[in-house]
């Protein structure tokens, strides 16, 4: 089921992005006079699953869910139309249009994406606010995992700056610190100012990890309830009891017990904990899995977290900051996966890894926050100069204007196809890395 929540809010998003940006490339076709032959979500090679035409264009929706399309007359694009091509140009068509008429149909697609973002980020934050956890908030320091741990860092620092610029909200750290190719963290650790130097090559393996959990709030430890089975229940624990210790060992945070638990699997032991400022101490056996049963609060009990609501027309510039922030963050993340030293292409992902990034149970504002993302994602990488990208096309339309030389319509074909077999082959890599993943996993 989980599986099938996470397809269903891929396919949904997707369709939303690719049906915008095709309108993109629409709407500008027919505001300057160029026929559109098809508007289609989805491909449809030899057949679709639904069409209709209206007036002089073809509606419908194709069965290879992998994109979609707008045919415009005249135009060099993935239909590969030779014929139409052979015939002499007709006003309506797509060539026979000024260059920088071209250009702004070419750009249609992305800026309706940009669009896309930034009008999803203003209803967001008019909707839900915006919520975030301040760093100086994390009093009690971090947690961190191994990986964390071989960074250089330690449970219970607190992080104070990255590359000595202050992270006013703690979950952007680990981001930070990844797109902004980070060299240091300053902590405070035992009182003490401390500069942790990065290891070379560590990005790479944060990347490889796909998980900003290396970093983490430290939380006490206090009993939020019990599952149906619980030693601990059993053992006479309640409800709001602060566990402080463990056959003597201190543990005041819930990190240090998990760490001391572990090695009383199947024992017998005693565990320290605070009731009305009174210090109990109760027998309880560990499972076999290193564990007594217990749920614990989390960090909203512990931590103050800044909120703030929106009117409408305080959020449009709020949500339009949003938007160009998210595109200055993606533009860093292409950076790196361009960087031999990182090695980013080896975590690119495909289908799988997108899908993966929606929640397992239907959550609208994560939904439309991740749409917002992949909106700007989207237009980006359909930007890069690369043939059978509307960026292909943009960079031979700047070639033209700037030469008044016009590319020959048979180079423009073989742009085309080799533009489709390096998406093609890129779309294979992408999605065989997660399969490779799926496998190793």
């Given at each position: 089921?989980?599986?099938?929540?996470?397809?269903?809010?891929?396919?949904f998003?997707?369709?939303?992005?690719?049906?915008?940006?095709?309108?993109?490339?629409?709407?500008?076709?027919?505001?300057?006079?160029?026929?559109?032959?098809?508007?289609?979500?989805?491909?449809?090679?030899?057949?679709?699953?639904?069409?209709?035409?209206?007036?002089?264009t073809?509606?419908?929706v194709?069965?290879?869910?992998?994109?979609?399309?707008v045919?415009?007359?005249?135009?060099?694009?993935?239909?590969?139309?030779?014929?139409q091509?052979?015939?002499?140009?007709?006003?309506?068509?797509?060539?026979?249009?000024p260059?920088w008429?071209?250009?702004?149909?070419?750009?249609?697609?992305?800026?309706?994406?940009?669009?896309l973002?930034?009008?999803?980020?203003?209803?967001?934050?008019?909707?839900?606010?915006?919520?975030?956890?301040?760093t100086?908030?994390?009093?009690y320091?971090?947690?961190?995992?191994?990986?964390?741990?071989e960074?250089g860092?330690?449970?219970?620092?607190?992080?104070?700056?990255?590359?000595?610029?202050?992270?006013?909200?703690?979950?952007?750290?680990?981001?930070?610190?990844?797109?902004?190719?980070?060299?240091?963290?300053?902590?405070e650790?035992?009182?003490?100012?401390t500069?942790?130097?990065?290891?070379?090559?560590?990005?790479?393996?944060?990347?490889?990890?796909?998980?900003?959990?290396?970093?983490?709030?430290?939380?006490?430890?206090?009993?939020?309830?019990?599952?149906?089975?619980?030693?601990?229940?059993?053992?006479?624990?309640?409800?709001?009891?602060?566990?402080?210790?463990?056959?003597g060992?201190?543990?005041?945070?819930?990190d240090?017990?998990?760490?001391v638990?572990?090695?009383?699997?199947?024992?017998?032991?005693?565990?320290?904990?605070?009731?009305?400022?009174?210090?109990?101490h109760?027998p309880?056996?560990?499972?076999?899995?290193?564990?007594?049963?217990?749920?614990?609060?989390?960090?909203?009990?512990?931590?103050?977290?800044?909120?703030?609501?929106f009117?409408?027309?305080?959020?449009?510039?709020?949500?339009?900051?949003?938007?160009?922030?998210?595109v200055?963050?993606?533009?860093?993340s292409?950076?790196?996966?361009?960087?031999?030293?990182?090695?980013?292409?080896?975590?690119?992902?495909?289908?799988?890894?997108?899908?993966?990034?929606f929640?397992?149970?239907?959550?609208?504002?994560?939904?439309?926050?991740?749409?917002?993302?992949?909106?700007?994602?989207?237009?980006?990488?359909?930007?890069?100069?690369?043939?059978?990208l509307?960026?292909?096309?943009?960079?031979?339309?700047?070639?033209?204007?700037?030469?008044?030389?016009?590319?020959?319509?048979?180079?423009?074909?073989?742009?085309?196809?080799?533009?489709?077999?390096?998406?093609?082959?890129?779309?294979?890599?992408?999605?065989?890395?997660?399969?490779v993943?799926?496998?190793?996993?």
């Amino acid at each position: 089921m989980e599986i099938l929540i996470k397809a269903t809010q891929l396919i949904f998003s997707l369709s939303i992005l690719v049906i915008f940006h095709e309108f993109g490339h629409f709407i500008a076709s027919k505001i300057f006079g160029a026929r559109v032959e098809k508007f289609y979500l989805f491909f449809d090679p030899w057949f679709s699953l639904f069409k209709f035409k209206k007036g002089e264009t073809e509606y419908g929706v194709g069965w290879l869910p992998l994109g979609g399309y707008v045919k415009i007359s005249g135009m060099i694009d993935e239909s590969m139309d030779k014929e139409q091509m052979k015939q002499p140009p007709q006003p309506w068509e797509f060539r026979s249009k000024p260059a920088w008429q071209r250009l702004i149909i070419m750009l249609g697609g992305v800026t309706v994406n940009i669009l896309l973002a930034v009008g999803i980020y203003i209803l967001m934050l008019f909707t839900w606010g915006e919520q975030y956890l301040p760093t100086a908030e994390v009093k009690y320091g971090i947690t961190v995992d191994s990986l964390g741990t071989e960074m250089g860092l330690r449970n219970g620092d607190k992080i104070l700056s990255v590359d000595g610029e202050k992270v006013d909200d703690f979950l952007k750290i680990p981001g930070k610190i990844i797109l902004d190719d980070a060299k240091t963290v300053q902590v405070e650790r035992d009182g003490k100012l401390t500069d942790v130097k990065i290891p070379d090559g560590f990005i790479s393996k944060m990347l490889q990890q796909k998980t900003a959990d290396f970093i983490n709030v430290r939380i006490p430890f206090v009993v939020d309830g019990f599952p149906r089975v619980s030693p601990a229940k059993d053992a006479g624990m309640k409800e709001g009891d602060r566990i402080v210790g463990l056959n003597g060992q201190q543990a005041l945070y819930f990190d240090e017990f998990k760490t001391v638990v572990n090695s009383y699997k199947g024992q017998k032991v005693d565990v320290a904990l605070i009731r009305s400022n009174d210090t109990l101490h109760l027998p309880v056996v560990v499972t076999a899995q290193g564990m007594i049963g217990v749920a614990p609060k989390g960090p909203d009990a512990y931590f103050h977290f800044n909120e703030r609501q929106f009117t409408f027309i305080e959020a449009i510039p709020a949500g339009a900051v949003k938007a160009y922030t998210s595109v200055g963050d993606y533009l860093k993340s292409l950076k790196l996966l361009f960087s031999p030293k990182v090695k980013a292409y080896e975590s690119v992902g495909g289908f799988i890894t997108i899908a993966k990034i929606f929640p397992s149970v239907w959550h609208w504002e994560s939904f439309w926050r991740l749409t917002a993302f992949l909106s700007i994602m989207l237009a980006i990488l359909n930007v890069l100069p690369i043939p059978a990208l509307d960026g292909g096309h943009v960079m031979f339309l700047f070639y033209e204007i700037v030469t008044r030389r016009k590319p020959s319509d048979k180079f423009l074909e073989y742009t085309q196809i080799v533009g489709m077999v390096l998406l093609l082959a890129l779309l294979v890599f992408a999605n065989g890395n997660d399969i490779v993943k799926l496998f190793r996993h």
